[in-house]
């Protein structure tokens, strides 16, 4: 089995800046894509910024220019580095793997993580 762990949301001022991190553990053999999706209040749940195996990062529209993410493959682990973050960043936000876990499968698996609480205000 995999876990996808999250940690550093909070309460933060706009403009401010968090650093989330997601460390995957368990049975990985290799990762095809690791992301952020938010889901605010009302709304549905949305990519923000996705990472695939030896691609290029993409990111939601609204985030461009403000948001970066990075993964440290080593250590089976993504960040997400939010600067200027505005009160409608405010968000659940859940970090996403899709992963393959068995040397016996080809099969890739969305995994997620039980999500980090991010609030944008004053």
């Known amino acids: 089995q995999v876990q996808l762990v999250e940690s550093g949301g909070g309460l933060v001022q706009p403009g401010g800046s968090l650093r989330l991190s997601c460390a995957a553990s368990g049975s990985i053999v290799s990762t095809y894509f690791m992301g952020w999706f938010r889901q605010a209040p009302g709304k549905q749940r949305e990519l923000v910024a996705g990472l695939t195996s030896g691609g290029s990062p993409n990111y939601e529209d609204s985030v461009k220019g403000r948001f970066t993410i990075s993964r440290d493959i080593a250590k089976n682990t993504v960040y997400l580095q939010m600067n200027s973050l505005k009160p409608e960043d405010t968000a659940v936000y859940y970090c996403?793997?899709?992963?393959?876990?068995?040397?016996?499968?080809?099969?890739?698996?969305?995994?997620w993580g039980q999500g980090t609480q991010v609030t944008v205000s004053s």
């Open positions: 996403n793997g899709n992963i393959r876990s068995s040397y016996f499968s080809s099969t890739y698996k969305d995994y």
